[in-house]
């Protein structure tokens, strides 16, 4: 049975601050026992204002690659690009977060998102270890919807246990994604939630009973406690 450990903040500053700090504290520590950080981020509104701090910290940067768990089907330089959203808040010009390894989703430089797909999975094989392979750290946002990475509600996404990576579809875009066996397989997972749309789908989140079919953000199952950080707005205590 999944485990959660719920904090909860006034605001989306107070948020943002939080969620930086957990991230920088997981590489710090991860960096004590191992080479290297290997940590997946997620795109959304909600954690740009977390990136713009995590960036300027001053952490062993050059030992950390970054990647990504999910990206729309389109050109890194679209505003709808999880890519350009790193760019314009962790990877801002300055930023000691520069001199990370950052490995970006092929999207429409290849002939489809099925090819995109298989290429991201070549890419986490070859610079992760395990079987399944492991991230140090995963961060996940959780829509309105109860979708997480592009793991939407009634995609064939859902089902799809073989593969790391996988073609989903959501609000208007295919998109590239994490499957349920690398989300579940990290070593330490967080969401990241605020607004109070999401009050709904947060709440179906931490009900033992709530199934995947209907909030997928419950297929994430790691063997550890996963790390809620969510603003007052987000929670409803009711």
């Known amino acids: 049975m999944t485990k959660y450990k719920v904090q909860i903040f006034e605001d989306k500053n107070l948020l943002a601050v939080a969620a930086s700090d957990l991230i920088a504290q997981i590489i710090e520590s991860t960096l004590k026992i191992k080479s290297r950080a290997k940590i997946a981020l997620c795109g959304g509104s909600t954690p740009k204002a977390a990136y713009s ?3 300027k910290k001053n952490i062993d940067w050059k030992n950390v690659d970054i990647f990504l768990g999910d990206e729309r089907w389109v050109d890194i330089t679209s505003q709808d690009s ?3 959203l790193l760019n314009n808040s962790l990877f801002e010009e300055g930023n000691p977060a520069l001199e990370a390894t950052f490995f970006s989703v ?4 290849l002939f489809s998102p099925k090819d995109s797909a298989k290429e991201y999975e070549i890419t986490l094989k070859n610079n992760l270890e395990g079987n399944p392979p492991k991230f140090d750290f995963i961060l996940l946002g ?3 919807d109860g979708h ?6 009634g995609s064939d996404a859902l089902l799809e246990r073989d593969h790391l990576i996988t073609v989903g579809e959501g609000k208007g875009h295919k998109r590239i994604t994490f499957t349920s066996t690398i989300l579940s397989s990290a070593d330490n997972v967080a969401f990241l939630i605020s607004g109070s749309a999401k009050q709904t789908a947060l709440k179906r989140l931490l009900d033992q009973s709530e199934s995947w079919e209907r909030t997928p953000a419950k297929l994430v199952s790691p063997s550890s406690e996963i790390i809620v950080l969510a603003d007052k707005d987000s929670y409803s205590s009711g």
């Open 148 to 153: 997480t990475a592009s793991l939407f509600p």
């Open 106 to 109: 092929p999207t429409v430089e």
């Open 82 to 84: 999880n890519c350009f």
């Open 53 to 55: 701090l995590l960036g």
């Open 142 to 144: 959780l829509g309105d």
